[in-house]
């Protein structure tokens, strides 16, 4: 296109001069008679050749203007289709703005003009419509923006309720409902603004648990009390227990640590397994570390180490047979049951005797496991 934009411009430069040479020529004098029609033939001639250029280039920047036109009147047509685009969806605004971008860029590297028949009414579709596409999606976000603010006010609206009811401080059935009835209107309201999105969930989610977990406080038993309180015990002994670790001087107190366990009562159904693991692992570990003092330090601290073995796992006592280990794990299995209905049970009016019963099943159990384990 450069090139033959460069030899329409070097032709019209020729055109002008030729021209010029043809006006000097009219006003020179006529030749003899038999050479002046020659030499009219060979100005004729030559400028004929210089306007059959002419007409050639013109009629190449003329295939090039239409074939400009045809081109960017598909691109005026496309844009046009974007311009009626609509949608409920972020996503699909933004792939869409993608295309019309690449639509923009392919005009925009479309070189050369346009003829002036219908090229003026293609430029005016082309851009009239990116501007319609663009002005739709505006009026899209700014909906947006003005429902995810109404929702933030919402949102903020249901905090303040479960904060209210936490604040009454009463956390009866009718109160409970009502926060299950609020967290499932906070699951129908819609998004808020991006920033605000974790801020306003954490504020909301702080709200229910504090409420539940006053609720929880309020509804515990005169045992589940208890429970906790000897958790904290036993948590208490286990923290002592594991610093005899960076101490061994600490290794004189085990066997009072042992039977301090021992007499600590039930702890909550949900810890009961974690804590005798933790309890297991540690003492078997201390029962190492012990071995590795001196036999005199160990005699001066009032013990010997077989005494504390009893609670070494069934897989370290290679002297017990299967199926004392196999026996060892059901009645390790059936205390752990029985401990648990114990806990259940302690929180029934009226239960004493069932209580009892449970109790004096479990002690059974446990001297039939020392004994086994002795």
Known sequence: MANKVRA??????LLKEAETLFEEYKHIGPAQKEENEKLWQEVKASLDILFEHKRQVGEAQRLV?????????ELADLMGLHAQFQSGSIN?????????????DQWGKLKGGLPRQGGKEVSHAFWANLKVFFKHKSEFFHKIDAERKQNLVG??????EVQALVD?????????QKVIDLQKQWKNIGHVPEKQKDQIYQKFKAACDAFFELKRQQNKSGKDLEFEANLEKKLAILADLEAMFSDASLLEALGHKKAEWDSIG??????????????????NKLIDFAQTQPKEQLAAWGFELKGLKDEETSERKASISPDARKKIQQLENEIATLENNLEFFAKSKNAEKLIADIEKQIEKAQKELDQLKK
């Open 8 to 13: 329409g411009e070097a032709l019209g430069s």
């Open 65 to 73: 203007l239409e074939e400009n036109l045809k081109v960017k009147k």
């Open 92 to 104: 699909e605004w933004n792939q869409k703005s993608k295309e019309v971008l690449a639509l923009q």
């Open 155 to 160: 949102k903020q609206a249901l905090v303040n």
């Open 168 to 176: 009454a401080g009463e956390m009866n059935a009718e109160s409970t």
């Open 266 to 283: 039930f702890v909550p159904k949900k810890d009961v397994k974690s804590l005798q693991e933790r309890f297991r692992t540690t003492w």
